[in-house]
């Protein structure tokens, strides 16, 4: 049975030119190394160098040696896949997360199996249950809305990596992007512009990130001894919508504002729409700043000042830490610290 394990871990599919089979063996003598050690890298459990673990991927990459997934199964024991629930694959942060993982786990040779729970705990919970029958590996969790204590017994079952939490416990790692700091920046930078009624389109309050955001942006203006008026205030949905309805809620307020902090980029495209609607300028009349830094934000008109934060990033750290996780090597990962990009959608408070 050892034998023949060992020989079907080194089967693999045709090569890049559909002609040639690729075997393990000349993968082991392009990258420079033995067989058993390009078998040990692939699989996640080898205790190598970074220039040989890039040796062996690169020569994978030359030759197109495709791993046998089941092979490998048999070999070790795993399918080497990879469980992810996401809130909206349709979103583009969250596109840019997805991305950044399968663009870590391909070269390891781990499939994602992609699951969206919509921001629903009871869902959240069936594609943890689905994605465990399906015996994947591991488990990246972006931006939960299940409990502490349900994230912790999962991983109770394999690892798992969660984002936007700090847990800790057994088998589990979480990243957490700092966006209290993030929304302090940003509220701070409209109050440097000379702003004193900024408002605020919030995130779902349910979100830790959203609450993170709120405690931000009422510290600046503490700090800066401007009073809170809650009427600024506006609940969101993190989508172009909320955005869009939140502006045409304060303007039919009849409330006065020369700024509004919107706590993610696609409710600052809603809001930019609705300022355009109601015949107000962005920056001329009303200063705009959001959060995330997305692809698209750059393109606004104006382009939009915001925070950046590293989806793809986010993703590509979450996808190495829990295969990390599963080689039981403890993963140190970090997040950057928030960033303001300002751009053409902020400026100086007119008299």
């Given amino acids: 049975m050892k034998n023949y394990r060992k020989q ?37 459990t080898a205790v190598v160098s970074d220039a040989k673990r890039q040796a062996v991927l690169e020569a994978t990459k030359t030759l197109g040696f495709v791993p046998n997934p089941l092979a490998r199964g048999l070999a070790g024991g795993r399918t080497f896949s990879i469980g992810v629930v996401t809130q909206a694959i349709d ?20 499939s994602p199996l992609f699951m969206s729970a919509h921001w629903d705990p009871a869902a959240e919970a069936r594609c943890l249950e689905v994605l465990h029958a399906r015996r994947v590996d591991g488990i990246v969790v972006l931006m939960p809305r299940l409990s502490d204590a349900a994230l912790t017994a999962c991983a109770q079952a394999l690892p798992v990596v ?31 512009l000379g702003h004193t009624r900024i408002a605020f389109i919030a995130g779902d309050e349910e979100h830790p990130d959203a609450s993170e955001r709120m405690r931000g942006y009422r510290t600046a203006l503490h700090a800066a ?3 809170f008026d809650p009427a600024l205030v506006v609940p969101g949905k993190y989508h172009e ?5 939140a502006v045409n809620h304060l303007v039919a307020q009849g409330l006065q504002f020369t700024a509004i902090f919107a706590a993610n980029d696609q409710m600052a495209a809603g809001a930019a729409l609705g300022l355009f609607q109601h015949g107000l300028r962005v920056p001329d009349d009303v200063s705009l700043v959001g959060f995330d830094d997305l692809p698209t934000s750059v393109y606004a008109t104006p382009p939009l000042s915001t925070i ?8 590509r750290l979450a996808a190495a830490s829990i295969l990390q996780l599963i080689t039981g090597t403890a993963p140190t990962a970090e997040l950057p610290a928030p960033e303001l990009l300002v751009r053409g959608s902020s400026a100086q408070a007119r008299a």
């Fill in 8 to 44: 079907a871990d080194a089967q693999a599919g045709p090569g890049a030119t559909g002609k040639t089979t690729v075997t393990l063996d000349m993968v082991a003598k392009l990258a420079g190394v033995s067989p058993s050690t390009v078998s040990r890298i692939l699989n996640g």
């Fill in 91 to 110: 979103s583009p942060f969250y596109g840019a997360a997805l991305r950044g993982i399968e663009d870590e786990l391909d070269p390891a040779g781990y």
């Fill in 162 to 192: 969660v984002t936007g939490r700090n847990l800790q416990a057994e088998q589990l790692f979480s990243l957490n992007f700092d966006n209290f700091t993030g929304a302090l920046r940003a509220t701070e930078h409209l109050i440097d």
């Fill in 225 to 227: 001894k401007l009073a």
């Fill in 241 to 245: 919508v909320s955005g869009l309805e």
């Fill in 308 to 315: 950046h934060q590293p989806a793809y990033d986010l993703g």
